[in-house]
């Protein structure tokens, strides 16, 4: 993906499709702010739980709510691309259809973590998935794991998207400008959910490391 400082990997702006946009109109307050700060790609990366939902009902309903987006969109606003954050759980390699959650046009999957201890068989369905040739692994807002947790990743070449409020922390900021300048990390994401406080704030000065 080219252009990586102007792309949002990771956006929850499609209306009603999750815990993120509730509305059309909170959906056009956050491409407004977006395209303020100079984002020309997002991606709408709504929530997908597999215990919870299969991939052809979220489907279905994804492109129900990106219908009901694309009537309010602008000529000038960012492109939208739809993907998925696909919660693991153990199995999930073998889920039909979930290579149809990559983002449209690739075979990235954004696949996140959970926050709880990570179980074995949790590990063990991570590592199959990013074993698979027809996926391409990329693990969402790393920033919220333990170091330690992530370490794996780092050291099987799996990328890392960071949030943009990992850069606000003076502690941990060094630890994720090194990540990047490294190569670990190599996608940026406002994880955007509501409209009433604007996360791309400091977009344009965390972004650039993203060249």
Same mark, same amino acid.
């Given at each position: 993906?080219?252009?990586?400082?102007?792309?949002?990997?990771?956006?929850?702006?499609?209306?009603?499709?999750?815990?993120? *946009?509730?509305?059309?109109?909170?959906?056009?307050?956050? &491409?407004? $702010?977006?395209?303020?700060?100079? /984002?020309?790609?997002?991606? +709408?990366?709504?929530?997908?739980?597999?215990?919870?939902?299969?991939?052809?009902?979220?489907?279905?309903?994804?492109?129900?709510?990106?219908?009901?987006?694309?009537?309010?969109?602008?000529?000038?606003?960012?492109?939208?691309?739809?993907?998925?954050?696909?919660?693991?759980?153990?199995?999930?390699?073998?889920?039909?259809?979930?290579?149809?959650?990559?983002?449209?046009?690739?075979?990235?999957?954004?696949?996140?973590?959970?926050?709880?201890?990570? *179980?074995?068989?949790?590990?063990?369905?991570?590592?199959? &998935?990013? $074993?698979?040739?027809?996926?391409? /692994?990329?693990?969402?807002? +790393?920033?919220?794991?333990?170091?330690?947790?992530?370490?794996?990743?780092?050291?099987?070449?799996?990328?890392?998207?960071?949030?943009?409020?990992?850069?606000?922390?003076?502690?941990?900021?060094?630890?994720?400008?090194?990540?990047?300048?490294?190569?670990?990390?190599?996608?940026?994401?406002?994880?955007?959910?509501?409209?009433?406080?604007?996360?791309?704030?400091?977009?344009?000065?965390?972004?650039?490391?993203?060249?």
């Amino acid at each position: 993906m080219k252009n990586r400082d102007t792309v949002d990997f990771h956006a929850h702006i499609l209306p009603g499709m999750d815990h993120g *946009s509730g509305s059309i109109t909170t959906s056009r307050k956050q &491409l407004d $702010m977006a395209k303020a700060a100079g /984002i020309k790609t997002i991606c +709408a990366t709504s929530h997908f739980y597999p215990h919870a939902q299969s991939c052809e009902d979220f489907l279905e309903k994804r492109k129900k709510c990106f219908d009901n987006l694309k009537k309010v969109l602008k000529s000038d606003d960012p492109e939208i691309i739809p993907g998925a954050e696909v919660l693991v759980c153990d199995g999930l390699e073998t889920m039909k259809g979930i290579e149809k959650l990559c983002l449209e046009g690739t075979n990235i999957l954004l696949l996140e973590m959970p926050f709880m201890n990570w *179980s074995r068989g949790v590990m063990e369905t991570t590592e199959n &998935l990013c $074993m698979r040739d027809d996926l391409t /692994i990329v693990i969402a807002h +790393a920033d919220r794991y333990p170091k330690e947790s992530i370490a794996w990743f780092i050291q099987n070449g799996i990328d890392l998207q960071l949030n943009i409020d990992a850069f606000k922390g003076l502690f941990r900021k060094g630890r994720y400008t090194r990540w990047v300048k490294n190569g670990y990390a190599k996608y940026l994401g406002s994880d955007i959910h509501h409209a009433n406080k604007n996360p791309y704030y400091d977009w344009k000065k965390y972004s650039r490391l993203f060249k």
